[in-house]
């Protein structure tokens, strides 16, 4: 026993050493930015593979390390539309075999063709074992358009991705869109023109969200324009989302015009996801319409929330070039414990939220790149089994080990278009969405149209 004890002991020795060797070493040799973009890609890959629900084969809503008890049988609209494109990028990375990627993709799209849809759309959540509504609020046990647009970007991004290849890919291909058009985008507009966000077998319209003004749902317009089964008039648009042309802004924050009015943020810039949700596909280089260059817009969102964290008109401690970032996540509440807040400039209660610089990549890559080095070498505790944790505070000497899809479900998609532009072209390619697109009186220098 003795022996086994010292040599246990004299093991434990050479590990120790060896791992401060290789810390040394990844001092004195840092990764390169492409190795560090490998890396952060690869690590939020895993949410999506590796903690993803085991009969759905679709995004948990939420994975908590330090706190076993959530509910992980709840799996998410929209965060699985972002997941699938994660994936796309995971087999183009070469994270994962195709062939495995194409038996979990074809499990999870028979999954949602088996699962709860009202009028074609699905709900926020699902069970993942069974298919069956779980509602997201007492009365938001419907059908949720917002999360099914999120969704719908994702497939087709599968369907554009497999649609030339072998007879299982094909028939992915054809699976996906077939899901697609299948929702009744023109059910949602209740015969007006607008688009509403939810829809309840029990409840109706009780919910009454009307889509109008500047957030994150652009893409359920371009996607309701897009539909070649249940279209909706460019009407809804131009006098719902954009209210008649209100919701354009003409003032700037740090110089930066803010372009267009953000809903509820009062003449400044709202959660940062609202320039990532919409454009996994949609891609904004060069996208125009009568109201605003798209491109424009997010670059000066992303540079507006990085030059307030700079500023930190709050004082709070650790905001700086390299730690900034504000966008809706978990959140450390007043008395400690963890909560969720919309964080923004008019909402900043001191947290930093990972995938809000780091899915800009596209808009700020210099400045994303110097949060990302600051996390993977300096803030080492912020990261955990799927990559960065969801959120972080610098004063509070906080952090939530705890991951949520949506926020998650960006991070390699938008790294992925800022390297190569993957997402992008693959719906930008789709021909429904370019009809869509040009419908709505947008047009693409990027595209062609």
Same mark, same amino acid.
């Given at each position: 026993?003795?022996?086994?004890? /010292?040599?246990?002991?004299?093991?434990?020795?050479?590990?120790?050493?060896?791992?401060?060797?290789?810390?040394?070493?990844?001092?004195?040799?840092?990764?390169?930015?492409?190795?560090?973009?490998?890396?952060?890609?690869?690590?939020?890959?895993?949410?999506?593979?590796?903690?993803?629900?085991?009969?759905?084969?679709?995004?948990?809503?939420?994975?908590?390390?330090?706190?076993?008890?959530?509910?992980?049988?709840?799996?998410?609209?929209?965060?699985?539309?972002?997941?699938?494109?994660?994936?796309?990028?995971?087999?183009?990375?070469?994270?994962?075999?195709?062939?495995?990627?194409?038996?979990?993709?074809?499990?999870?799209?028979?999954?949602?063709?088996?699962?709860?849809?009202?009028?074609?759309?699905?709900?926020?959540?699902?069970?993942?074992?069974?298919?069956?509504?779980?509602?997201?609020?007492?009365?938001?046990?419907?059908?949720?358009?917002?999360?099914?647009?999120?969704?719908c970007q994702g497939l087709i991004t599968v369907r554009e991705y497999f649609k030339n290849g072998n007879s299982q890919e094909q028939a992915l291909s054809l699976k996906a869109d077939n899901l697609w058009k299948g929702v009744e985008w023109d059910w949602y507009t209740k015969g007006e023109n607008a688009l509403y966000w939810h829809w309840s077998p029990n409840y109706e319209w009780?919910?009454?969200?009307?889509?109008?003004?500047?957030?994150?749902?652009?893409?359920?317009?371009?996607?309701?324009?897009?539909?070649?089964?249940?279209?909706?008039?460019?009407?809804?648009?131009?006098?719902?989302?954009?209210?008649?042309?209100?919701?354009?802004?003409?003032? /700037?924050? *740090?110089?930066?015009?803010?372009?267009?009015?953000?809903?509820?943020?009062?003449?400044?810039?709202?959660?940062?996801?609202?320039?990532?949700?919409?454009?996994?596909?949609?891609?904004?280089?060069?996208?125009?319409?009568?109201?605003?260059?798209?491109?424009?817009?997010?670059?000066?969102?992303?540079?507006?929330?990085?030059?307030?964290?700079?500023?930190?008109?709050?004082?709070?401690?650790? *905001?700086?070039?390299?730690?900034?970032?504000?966008?809706?996540?978990?959140?450390?509440? /007043?008395?400690?414990?963890?909560?969720?807040?919309?964080?923004?400039?008019?909402?900043?209660?001191?947290?930093?939220?990972?995938?809000?610089?780091?899915?800009?990549?596209?808009?700020?890559?210099?400045?994303?790149?110097?949060?990302?080095?600051?996390? *993977?070498?300096?803030?080492?505790?912020?990261?955990?089994?799927?990559?960065?944790?969801?959120?972080? /505070?610098?004063?509070?000497?906080?952090?939530?080990?705890?991951?949520?899809?949506?926020?998650?479900?960006?991070?390699?998609?938008?790294?992925?278009?800022?390297?190569?532009?993957?997402?992008?072209?693959?719906?930008?390619?789709?021909?429904?969405?370019?009809?869509?697109?040009?419908?709505?009186?947008?047009?693409?220098?990027q595209h062609g149209f």
């Amino acid at each position: 026993m003795k022996i086994l004890i /010292s040599a246990f002991f004299t093991m434990l020795f050479f590990v120790r050493c060896d791992s401060s060797s290789s810390t040394q070493q990844q001092q004195s040799n840092p990764l390169t930015d492409n190795e560090l973009m490998d890396k952060v890609q690869m690590d939020s890959f895993k949410y999506f593979w590796d903690l993803a629900h085991p009969n759905s084969k679709l995004a948990r809503e939420r994975y908590h390390i330090d706190d076993p008890n959530f509910d992980a049988n709840i799996v998410t609209t929209g965060g699985s539309g972002f997941g699938l494109m994660t994936i796309v990028v995971g087999i183009e990375r070469g994270f994962v075999p195709r062939a495995e990627a194409v038996s979990r993709l074809t499990t999870a799209l028979n999954f949602l063709e088996n699962a709860d849809r009202f009028h074609g759309a699905w709900p926020h959540w699902m069970n993942g074992n069974t298919g069956d509504v779980i509602p997201f609020g007492t009365v938001d046990n419907g059908g949720d358009l917002v999360e099914t647009a999120f969704l719908c970007q994702g497939l087709i991004t599968v369907r554009e991705y497999f649609k030339n290849g072998n007879s299982q890919e094909q028939a992915l291909s054809l699976k996906a869109d077939n899901l697609w058009k299948g929702v009744e985008w023109d059910w949602y507009t209740k015969g007006e023109n607008a688009l509403y966000w939810h829809w309840s077998p029990n409840y109706e319209w009780q919910m009454n969200f009307k889509l109008e003004g500047y957030n994150e749902c652009l893409i359920t317009y371009v996607m309701a324009a897009a539909s070649p089964t249940h279209p909706v008039s460019n009407a809804a648009y131009h006098q719902a989302w954009a209210r008649n042309g209100a919701i354009v802004h003409g003032g /700037s924050q *740090y110089g930066f015009p803010v372009v267009l009015n953000h809903n509820g943020a009062t003449g400044t810039v709202g959660p940062l996801f609202w320039s990532h949700y919409s454009y996994l596909g949609l891609d904004p280089r060069g996208l125009s319409d009568q109201y605003a260059n798209y491109w424009t817009l997010n670059q000066n969102h992303s540079k507006i929330i990085n030059k307030y964290c700079i500023t930190n008109p709050l004082n709070w401690n650790g *905001y700086s070039e390299k730690c900034w970032g504000l966008t809706a996540s978990y959140t450390r509440n /007043s008395d400690g414990t963890t909560g969720y807040t919309a964080h923004q400039p008019n909402n900043d209660t001191g947290v930093i939220t990972p995938t809000a610089a780091l899915s800009s990549f596209p808009y700020t890559p210099v400045e994303s790149m110097k949060f990302l080095r600051y996390l *993977y070498e300096e803030k080492q505790n912020t990261i955990g089994l799927a990559g960065p944790y969801d959120a972080f /505070s610098p004063h509070y000497s906080w952090v939530t080990q705890r991951y949520l899809a949506i926020d998650q479900g960006t991070i390699t998609p938008m790294i992925e278009n800022y390297r190569t532009g993957l997402l992008w072209n693959l719906f930008m390619q789709a021909p429904e969405i370019k009809t869509g697109l040009q419908n709505l009186g947008f047009s693409s220098t990027q595209h062609g149209f």
